[in-house]
């Protein structure tokens, strides 16, 4: 019943394909078929739902920042580590850097570039050790051993990440940013281009909303891990557009310009969406109208 309910959702969102664009300011993104349209649901008790291209595999971009402040708050703890990036909204795009060139103030929040750009610093370990810790916690809450990136994207982005790369420089010169900033970087774009399927996303958001089950040492219990992460994503993690997304959808979220959305319900289920036609703030045009709908028809709302 679930399944074909997801079915209608797709075939009502599909028409919003054509409204918008895939991310061809990375080169190898712009290469993605953007009339792919998928959805998974994972619940709290076990049961996988999905319909549409829920296992064709994409790059999850910024979603991946989600992983990296997990890891960063249990490396560092939550008192240094916000002393480093801030827990703010912003009105601003994700690759801006203009308000940092005005005084030395520390991003907005881990969801924006420069923010996630410091988190992945914080990651311990060198730049091997550092990608390895993310690949391999993304493996295991997603319950995937298989997922691997993508060197044509990583690649890519590294290639075209002069915008990213000046981000870095000036956070490095006014003392923001510790560690050498290629190495850094390379991190960053290679986390960028994990593949994962809307499967995958929906397992992570069950992690994430089961108040991440797993015994791991560091500096901060998981329970206030997940609070915390869960109340970013619903204020930071749509870009731009996240008051507006939680005023009509309702529903902590993290997208990526892949064209993927992970969402996360606390004790009750993840979510996983891709279509990677996005609109003006970057994130899966109809990626949010099936949210929209998801919300509605399945009562989904948090607030």
């Known amino acids: 019943m679930l399944e074909k309910k997801l079915e209608n959702i797709i075939k009502k969102n599909r028409h919003l394909i054509k409204e918008g664009h895939v991310a061809d300011y990375i080169p190898a993104l712009s290469k993605v078929d953007p009339n792919y349209i998928g959805i998974s649901i994972s619940d709290i008790d076990g049961n996988i739902y999905k319909a549409g291209d829920y296992n064709t ?6 979603i991946s ?14 008192d240094y580590y916000f002393s480093k990036v801030g827990c703010e909204p912003t ?4 690759n801006t850097l203009y308000k ?6 520390k991003p907005a929040n881990p969801m924006i570039n ?3 750009i410091i988190t992945t610093s914080l990651i ?8 390895n810790r993310i690949i391999e916690f993304i493996r295991l809450i997603a319950e995937n051993p298989g997922i691997t990136y993508n060197e044509e994207v990583y690649l890519s982005e590294k290639y075209t990440g002069d915008k990213n790369r000046a981000i870095a420089y000036l956070m490095k010169s006014k ?7 290629e190495d850094i970087l390379d991190t960053y774009f290679k986390q960028c281009s994990i593949e994962v399927t809307a499967v995958d996303l929906a397992k992570i958001g069950l992690f994430i909303a089961r108040r991440c089950p797993l015994d791991l040492e560091g500096r901060i219990e998981n329970e206030r891990m997940a609070a915390i992460v869960t109340a970013i994503m619903t204020t930071c993690g749509m870009y731009d557009f996240s008051g507006q997304y939680a005023a009509t959808v309702g529903i902590p979220s993290k997208s990526g310009v892949g064209g993927g959305i992970l969402a996360t319900i606390p004790n ?11 609109d003006k703030f970057g994130n899966s045009i109809a990626g949010y109208g099936i949210m929209k709908d998801l919300s509605r028809e399945l009562n989904l709302n948090i607030f």
């Open 57 to 62: 595999k994409f790059t999850i971009q910024s």
């Open 65 to 78: 920042k989600i992983i990296g402040l997990m890891l960063a708050l249990k490396d560092n703890g939550e």
């Open 91 to 94: 009105d601003e795009p994700f």
């Open 100 to 105: 940092m060139d005005l005084k030395n103030q």
């Open 114 to 116: 420069s923010g996630a």
């Open 124 to 131: 311990k370990g060198n730049k091997e050790e550092k990608f």
């Open 175 to 181: 003392g923001l940013l510790e560690g050498e900033v």
């Open 268 to 278: 009750k289920l993840g979510i996983g969406v891709f279509s990677p036609a996005l």
